[in-house]
C-alpha cells in the first residue's frame, strides 16, 4: 500500500523560512506528478506548487518567488521550500502524488496526512 508521509511542518515567524518533506512509501511501480496543497481554516484546498516526473514545475501566483518546490527520485520525495512566509501562509499542508502501482495498472492519485505551518505576523 502507498503511503505519503510529510514533515517539517510548524510555527515561524513573519519573513521565516520553513522546508516541507513529503516521502512515498509502499510497493509501487513509478511515481508520476507530485504537488503541495494547502487548506486554511474555513478555505477550500488550493494547489500550491506541483512538479512533473521530469521536474516541470508550476506555482500558484501568490507563492512564486518565495516557495520552490523540488523532488529526488532516488528517495521518493518531494520538497517544498518557504521562504519569506506571510501570515497568510498559515495553512495545513498536504503532499500529493500520482502513483501507478504496478506497470499495467492505472495511475492512482495519493494525499498525505497534512503538516500544519503557522507563521505569526
Known amino acids: 500500500q502507498v503511503q505519503l508521509v510529510e514533515s517539517g511542518g510548524g510555527l515561524v515567524q513573519f519573513g521565516g523560512a520553513l522546508r516541507l518533506s513529503c516521502a512515498v512509501s509502499?510497493?509501487?511501480?513509478?511515481?508520476?506528478?507530485m504537488g503541495w496543497y494547502r487548506q486554511a481554516p474555513g478555505k477550500q484546498r488550493e494547489l500550491v506548487a506541483t512538479?512533473?516526473?521530469?521536474?516541470?514545475?508550476h506555482y500558484a501566483d501568490s507563492v512564486k518567488g518565495r516557495f520552490t518546490i523540488s523532488r529526488d527520485n532516488t528517495k521518493n520525495t518531494v520538497y517544498l521550500q518557504m521562504n519569506s512566509l506571510k501570515p497568510e501562509d498559515t495553512a495545513v499542508y498536504y503532499c500529493?502524488?500520482?502513483?501507478?502501482?504496478?506497470?499495467?495498472?492505472?495511475?492512482?492519485?495519493?494525499w498525505g496526512q497534512g503538516t500544519q505551518v503557522s507563521v505569526s505576523s
Open positions: 509502499g510497493t509501487f511501480f513509478r511515481i508520476y506528478a
Open positions: 512538479i512533473t516526473s521530469g521536474g516541470n514545475t
Open positions: 500529493n502524488a500520482d502513483v501507478r502501482t504496478t506497470a499495467w495498472g492505472p495511475q492512482i492519485n495519493y
